[in-house]
T-cell receptor, first 112, second 114 residues
Framework: AQSVTQLDSQVPVFEEAPVELRCNYSSSVSVYLFWYVQYPNQGLQLLLKYLSGSTLVKGINGFEAEFNKSQTSFHLRKPSVHISDTAEYFCAVSEYGQNFVFGPGTRLSVLP | KAGVTQTPRYLIKTRGQQVTLSCSPISGHRSVSWYQQTPGQGLQFLFEYFSETQRNKGNFPGRFSGRQFSNSRSEMNVSTLELGDSALYLC?????????????FGPGTRLLVL
């Protein structure tokens, strides 16, 4: 069964600074990878996903992620964060589109 | 296109009671999944329904059950509520396209058990 690790439970960063949120997964088969964002008191919103093809995936709100098969990672990056990016970010993996598993989440706090 | 809707948004119950939560997926979506989100356990998969059949099930006791109707709307029921059932219950719908199921989430139902 697959699993997802997000090593950083909290990431504080100053506004306009770059940020990287780390995600590692384990699976014995090919997987699909996702990043979701959850703003306070709201449901989850899809940021981006990797199904196949180019390993660099661009998403909404200026976020991008790179799939690295050898390191089983799917780190999320943004070159310049805004206060409005303050939220919780979840990495998720599914095997052939089934059995969705979420990581524990990383709380991003953007400081003025 | 309207998003995933969940009703009610907030609910307060007492131990021993039962509760039914409702989820209306995005039009055309046939798969509905339910998740429980708590500060301690994070997001945990409850079950998934596709075409009125339960396709996947997480590791939750039998007090948690669900069903899906022919119009893809889904309900989740929790019987004999316990304090630990207090959580945000999220519903997500998917359009099964065979290339990876992106899930679209509703705003959730926040359940408080007293």
């Amino acid at each position: 069964a697959q699993s997802v690790t997000q090593l950083d439970s909290q990431v504080p960063v100053f506004e306009e600074a770059p940020v990287e949120l780390r995600c590692n997964y384990s699976s014995s088969v090919s997987v699909y990878l996702f990043w979701y964002v959850q703003y306070p008191n709201q449901g989850l919103q899809l940021l981006l996903k990797y199904l196949s093809g180019s390993t660099l995936v661009k998403g909404i709100n200026g976020f991008e992620a790179e799939f690295n098969k050898s390191q089983t990672s799917f780190h999320l990056r943004k070159p310049s964060v805004h206060i409005s990016d303050t939220a919780e970010y979840f990495c998720a993996v599914s095997e052939y589109g089934q059995n969705f598993v979420f990581g524990p989440g990383t709380r991003l706090s953007v400081l003025p | 296109k309207a998003g995933v809707t969940q009703t009610p948004r907030y609910l307060i119950k007492t131990r021993g009671q039962q509760v039914t939560l409702s989820c209306s997926p995005i039009s055309g979506h046939r798969s509905v999944s339910w998740y429980q989100q708590t500060p301690g356990q994070g997001l945990q998969f409850l079950f998934e329904y596709f075409s009125e059949t339960q396709r996947n099930k997480g590791n939750f006791p039998g007090r948690f059950s669900g069903r899906q109707f022919s119009n893809s709307r889904s309900e989740m029921n929790v019987s004999t509520l316990e304090l630990g059932d207090s959580a945000l219950y999220l519903c997500a719908s998917s359009l099964v396209d065979g290339r990876g199921e992106t899930q679209y989430f509703g705003p959730g139902t926040r359940l408080l058990v007293l």
